[in-house]
């Protein structure tokens, strides 16, 4: 089972303004449906687009609609739609560079696609650019990953849910997802990214993981499953296969959450040993230490010495030991105590039953 460490809502965490920062999943699709309702596509001819100078700015007239500003991300594309660097652009002063965009802008009869939003250019595109809106992806992502959210607020404050002037991006997990994975408990995740304006591909990466820090970084991620597209005229259908992942992975983790959920309502039933001498007998089988097994037998003892009872009090008294290795050297042998009651004989990763 080959793991990963995912570190890409981890760079989104750190190059993320507050002001792009979302509470939850539905104020982010509330900003972006806000967007969507309020933006407006310009298919206009090269030769009603004319670059000029105001106030120290270079704004576009649109034909008969007024004069738009450009944001850094509109003034990149319209620079490279012009064929002239956007840093020679910089060094002019704002009317020369006006005047060298309007003599560099192709002519000919096939338009542009200007995106507005107010009385601003969000994006600069030739015809080959097909959008698809944040709020559409989100709504499906909305539909399908039920019971899923953020995952745990960063230290700097960041929620995993970012939008800004040039992409959207969502981090979310489930938290009482997990299930066994080859005998190892791990929760569902997944990230989704878009740009309405050219700036990414639209992507969806779904995966199964043990630990995710503040720092967004996802730990021992397994079964990572990437699709990426680019906004071509077939976008649409690329939704879909957003939907189908989506589903598959909530499938998944519903089949073996049910498993999972069974095993361990078993071992809350079934004891370990009837007395403290016999279950710490039984812990030494197991490869438990001794002096860790009758701390374990203690904290289980007001519980009936249950499978679950034993398992719980050792991944606790697990999370004391200093040394990375043997806490999970530790975490294992408790984990394997989950046999006696798996049909399948298959253990289950402790941390799982902290949940």
Known sequence: MTRQNLTRAHEQLFRRDPDECATDLQALWDHCRRQKEEGRDRWQLPQTIRPFARDGQILLELGDDGASLLNDWSFSQLCRIAGVSKDTINRLSPETAATALAETLPRGNRPTQ?????????????????????????????????????????????????AGEQDMFAFQIDPAGWAEVE??????????????????????????????????????????????????????????????????????????????????????KERLGEDADEVLDRLQTFGVPRGLGSKAVELAHG?????????????????????????TEADQRAARLLDLVSARGEATQTAALAV
């Open 114 to 162: 200007v995106l507005t939003e107010g009385d601003s250019v969000r994006s600069v595109h030739g015809t080959h650019y097909t959008r698809l809106w944040n709020a559409d992806l989100l709504a499906v992502v909305a539909e399908f990953a039920v019971d899923f959210q953020p995952p745990p607020r960063a230290y700097s404050g960041g929620t995993g849910l970012y």
């Open 183 to 268: 005998g190892e408990a791990f929760a569902p995740g997944f990230f989704v990214w878009n740009s309405e304006v050219g700036r990414r591909a639209l992507g969806v990466s779904t995966f199964w993981f043990q630990h995710c820090c503040r720092n967004h970084i996802v730990w021992d991620a397994v079964e990572v499953t990437e699709f990426t597209a680019k906004h071509t005229s077939r976008i649409g259908d690329a939704l879909g296969e957003v939907r189908r992942i989506i589903e598959a992975l909530v499938r998944r983790r519903d089949e073996r959450r049910d498993g999972f959920v069974r095993v361990v309502a078993k071992a809350m």
């Open 303 to 327: 519980q009936g010495f249950t499978i679950f009872s034993v398992v719980d009090a050792l991944t606790r008294l697990a999370q004391e030991i200093p040394y990375a290795g043997e806490r």
